[in-house]
């Protein structure tokens, strides 16, 4: 079973799922391998998914920013891909930075990859969840499947799951341990044509509006302007200085939407060149300036 993801940190815990390595059985593997380094788990363990890691595809095409009459795979994205991950000046170095103008082409890879899968006449499964980039990413590859017969899974993220005596509330895929998805697969459901059709023919729609932003509202995906979630940043920001870390880590605190850290350091810039935020103290690195309020 191919397992087809939206994110990168949820595609790496499939991997490590469906790559696992157990050390001690007395209530289940008490750590699983992954990067070269051992992760106790934090959470409930629920199995394993069955397979290799090499069966895993990531597709983090942010297919919910910019223009998306511009084909996934071109250079159009993979320059946007680049300018929103370069953003994070907190641990980059050359290397990380090389890396990163290559992000287009590992996710193109990626989409190959998928296709010869399809082409082999292999089954998917498909893991989305509400958050935009993941509802983007899935309207798109429904978008693709119309021309393949392939046998197709989904298995959508419940908004929240109740444990024991505790409820968990999840925002995506992204904030799921390895050793949790196996127990997420009493959720799967089979997508029939009709519905992958549905769903191709939303995403037909986004394209034609082709706004620069696509969000989640009331349960349906709609293209919004690009300042669409800049209230999140007035509604933190104020005349007294604060390091732009901070404000970002707040937002996204606050928030509970599945925007990253890289849009609000976009709109910050943005709204820094236009002269309504002013920078206090400045730094090479942008997420450790000191910003406020202009006005």
């Given amino acids: 079973m191919i397992e087809i993801l939206f994110g990168e940190s949820e595609a790496a815990s499939m991997k490590a799922a469906k790559n696992k390595i157990a050390v001690g059985t007395a209530n289940g593997p008490v750590s699983v391998w992954m990067a070269g380094k051992k992760i106790p788990p934090k959470k409930p363990f629920t199995g394993w998914v069955e397979g290799t890691a090499d069966e895993v595809i990531c597709l983090g095409f942010m297919m919910d920013i910019g223009n998306i009459k511009e084909p996934a795979d071109g250079l159009y994205r993979s320059r946007l891909l680049y ?19 290559h992000i287009g082409d590992v996710y193109a890879n990626e989409l190959y990859r998928l296709k010869r899968f399809l082409d082999c006449g292999e089954k ?14 899935f309207y798109h590859l429904c978008w693709i499947l119309e ?13 929240y799951v109740v444990r024991d005596n505790y409820t968990v509330v999840y925002k995506n895929w992204g904030e799921t341990a390895a050793e949790e998805f196996a127990g997420f697969l ?8 009709e519905e992958v059709h549905l769903y191709a023919v939303y995403w037909s729609e986004l394209v ?15 293209g919004v ?3 669409f979630y800049d209230f999140l940043i007035w509604s933190r ?8 870390a901070r404000l970002i880590g707040d937002i996204l605190g606050y928030s509970q939407i599945s925007v990253g850290d890289w849009w ?13 935020i002013r920078v206090v103290e400045d730094s090479e690195n942008k997420y450790a300036r000191m910003i406020c309020s202009a006005g």
Avoid: F, T
């Fill in 264 to 276: 609000y350091a976009k709109r910050i810039e943005y709204h820094i060149r236009q002269g309504k």
């Fill in 186 to 193: 009493p959720y799967e459901e089979n997508l029939s044509k």
């Fill in 124 to 137: 998917i499964r498909i893991w989305y969840s509400d958050a935009s980039y993941s509802r983007c990413g």
């Fill in 208 to 222: 034609r509006d082709n706004s620069p932003l696509r969000a989640v509202i009331n349960g349906r995906v709609l």
């Fill in 237 to 244: 920001l104020s005349d007294k200085p604060v390091r732009e």
């Fill in 83 to 101: 300018s929103m991950y370069a953003q994070n000046q907190w641990e980059q170095d050359v290397e990380m930075k090389e890396q990163l103008k």
């Fill in 225 to 227: 302007p690009e300042d």
């Fill in 147 to 159: 021309k393949y017969q392939n046998e197709i899974h989904v298995v959508k993220l419940p908004e």
